[in-house]
């Protein structure tokens, strides 16, 4: 394999930098002109010399083009987001844990932007327990899965614009929304106003930082 390239702006983007490096090939990691400076730095950390950070775009749909015209270009190896059964299925970890550790819940809410752990921890839990509730939250700058629900099909949103940077995609891709048409029992939106609160809670009362898409579900 001559390399891997993802787009991100910036979680995907260390796991697939942490990856490369164990592997011992090279990653290209695109990211928006935006991203986080904390988090490009983290990915170059997880990477070493083999990382290659690339800026380019406002939106994840930029994003995501520049990385597919760099993968023609050179012959590397896609790994998407959100848009990967195998991407997928390492997100539904998190579901197998939570399951592991205190058996199933009442009710999970998951932070979702392009609905890859959604899907992920959606066939983790629901698939043996179905009685666990599980509601999707998006940030209202970036909340295209109500409208999708209602259309029965992935409906994209206006470009996003919120402080969950996380979620902040346009769309649901046609795999993850089947998943969420199969495993949301809700689905809901919260204003930044509301993700800044919860930031505030969690560092006041729990003495924990969240990023914003971190802190939506809160």
């Avoid at 170059?44 to 994003?63: L, Q, T, Y």
């Avoid at 270009?73 to 399951?99: N, R």
């Amino acid at each position: 394999v001559p390399g891997v390239v993802t787009a991100s702006a910036g979680n995907h983007a260390r796991g697939v930098a942490r990856a490369a490096r164990a592997c011992g090939i090279p990653a290209t990691l695109v990211m928006p002109v935006w991203a986080p400076v904390s988090k490009a730095a983290a990915a170059r950390s997880e990477g070493g010399d083999r990382v290659r950070v690339v800026f380019h775009g406002e939106s994840f749909d930029d994003v995501a083009e520049h990385a597919r015209l760099l993968a023609e270009e050179s012959g590397l190896v896609t790994v998407h987001p959100f848009d990967d059964p195998l991407v997928i299925a390492g997100q539904g970890t998190l579901g197998l844990e939570l399951l592991e550790e205190a058996g199933p819940p009442g009710t999970i809410y998951l932070p979702v932007g392009g609905g890859g752990l959604l899907a992920g921890v959606g066939a983790a839990v629901k698939e043996k327990h179905p009685e666990v509730e599980l509601v999707a939250v998006q940030a209202e700058g970036a909340s295209s899965l109500v409208p999708s629900l209602a259309a029965g099909r992935p409906v994209a949103g206006p470009p996003p614009h919120t402080i969950a940077d996380g979620i902040a995609v346009r769309s649901l891709s046609e795999r993850t929304f089947e998943a969420a048409k199969r495993f949301v029992d809700d689905a809901v939106t919260v204003d930044d106003e509301e993700i800044s609160a919860a930031i505030l809670y969690a560092l006041e009362e729990m003495k924990t930082t969240l990023e914003g898409a971190g802190a939506a579900p809160l």
